[in-house]
């Protein structure tokens, strides 16, 4: 069974710090990553693919690494709009699957 | 503006039925494939089912196969999802979303999504 998993659970931390999320993949998974930002209500949003390219109007706060198995997402500091739940999810093998999420919460 | 509105969620019994609707604008619907992703309450993020661009290709999560159908109208910019028999494991919320190579694309485009909750 391919699994991703993400950790921690849950981040707290304080605006203007740093935030460091991670997603490791049961299988290689080369380096085709997404990460995703969720918040209540609003429709979720792609935030990096190919494990390091920023989406479209993305701010250069987000960055994506790793490759293969090891992924991170970190956020150089954070703003109040960035308290959220971040999901990683693979698209190399079948079916694309997803993380169970990190939840950023203020501290 | 891209936009992805879905509908046609609500409460539902078990062993019932009902067909969910995304309609898209702002970008050229026809060049993408279109996704339905799930997310149970208290629960990560689950991809439903898929269709190719001129509806020739459909997949499935092994859980919904058999009950669950994806179709697109192309000349309304719209999927749409018909959910039958339908059980309590089904409560979630479906998102819209798009993606230029079925599942071996990140999503770029999501809808805000439409609840469906299945209780007696």
């Known amino acids: 069974e391919k699994v991703m998993t993400q950790s921690p659970a849950t981040l707290s931390v304080s605006p203007g710090e740093r935030a460091t999320l991670s997603c490791r993949a049961s299988q290689s998974v080369s380096n085709n990553l997404a990460w995703y930002q969720l918040k209540p209500g609003q429709a979720p949003r792609l935030l990096i693919y190919g494990a390091s390219t920023r989406a479209t109007g993305i701010p250069v706060r987000f960055s994506g690494s790793g490759s293969g198995t090891e992924f991170t997402l970190t956020i150089s500091s954070l703003q109040s709009e960035d308290f959220a739940v971040y999901y990683c999810q693979q698209y190399n093998n079948w079916p694309p699957e997803f993380g169970q999420g990190t939840k950023v919460d203020i501290k | 503006e891209v936009q992805l509105v879905e509908s046609g969620g609500g409460l539902v019994q078990p062993g019932g039925s009902l067909r969910l609707s995304c309609a898209a604008s702002?970008?050229?619907?026809?060049?993408?494939?279109m996704n339905w992703v799930r997310q149970a309450p208290g629960k990560g993020l689950e991809w439903v089912a898929n269709?190719?661009?001129?509806?020739?290709?459909?997949y499935y999560v092994d859980s919904v196969k058999g009950r669950f159908t994806i179709s697109r109208d192309n000349a309304k910019n719209s999927v749409h999802l018909q959910l039958n028999s339908l059980r309590a494991e089904d409560t979630a919320v479906y998102y819209c979303?798009?993606?230029?190579?079925?599942?071996?694309?990140?999503?770029?485009?999501w809808g805000q999504g439409t609840l469906v909750t299945v209780s007696s």
């Open positions: 702002g970008f050229t619907f026809t060049s993408y494939w």
């Open positions: 269709i190719k661009q001129d509806g020739s290709e459909k």
């Open positions: 979303a798009s993606s230029l190579g079925g599942g071996y694309d990140p999503f770029d485009y």
